[in-house]
């Protein structure tokens, strides 16, 4: 549909629109300005060099203010990736270049099995944390959101599958794909790959490692 109210000449609107998913592209503008479009909210900010483009989770009711990390945030925490030379508790790198790593749903499971994190997909670890060249952020997207339940019950990874959040950001010369995951309640652990089992797809983030779930 077009901009909502609100929206002037310098924000760009665009929704696509699935049975369980709604897509925002929000331009950087010139002002500070707020636009909402299909209950969903976004603000666009002045003087930030890095593009951020928003795709909501249904399993979200509402967006946390300030849970999402920053482009900042981001660039800072791959600068330490870089330095020390492995991820960390809180970010999980995933090269992902012509299809999506296979071992992001380990890492899926033990954030939502923890204190939740981060993963910073087209990011690729073994050539020093920098951008894959292969690496398609749309593409990648539609194939987490396949397998986290997002578009449709076909090819559903997870049992139990946690909230998260999903931007893109420009990174460098390229484009990232970062999905913030949150830790899932109490009620809705353990979460794990369907195709294991609970004993052998069950997660848990220890450092900058995925670990199987103890049986007690």
């Known amino acids: 549909h077009g901009a909502a109210a609100g929206c002037s000449g310098a ?18 503008a010139p002002t500070k300005l707020r636009h909402r479009c299909d209950k969903m909210s976004q603000s666009c900010r002045s003087g930030v060099a890095v593009h951020v483009y928003w795709v909501k989770s249904r399993y979200h009711t509402r967006r946390l203010r300030g849970a999402m990390i920053t482009p900042e945030q981001l660039a800072t925490a791959i600068d330490a990736m870089r330095r020390h030379g492995s991820d960390d508790e809180r970010y999980e790198a995933k090269t992902c270049g012509r299809k999506l790593s296979s071992d992001v749903w380990e890492s899926v499971s033990a954030f939502a099995n923890t204190r939740g994190g981060v993963l ?20 990648t997207l539609g194939q987490f959101m396949s397998g986290i339940g997002d578009g449709g019950k076909d090819g559903v990874k997870l049992a139990n599958p946690p909230r998260y959040e999903a931007e893109f950001i420009d990174f460098e010369d390229g484009q990232l794909l970062v999905v913030e995951v949150f830790e899932n309640e109490l009620a809705q652990k353990p979460c794990y790959i369907e195709a294991r089992g609970v004993r052998s797809g069950s997660f848990k983030r220890v450092c900058d490692k995925d670990v199987l779930l103890s049986a007690t």
């Open 11 to 28: 924000v760009g609107c665009r929704c696509d629109t699935a049975p369980t998913l709604v897509r925002q592209h929000c331009d950087i």
């Open 120 to 139: 910073v997909l087209g990011l690729s670890e073994p050539h020093g944390f920098v951008l894959d060249s292969e690496f398609d952020a749309q593409r």
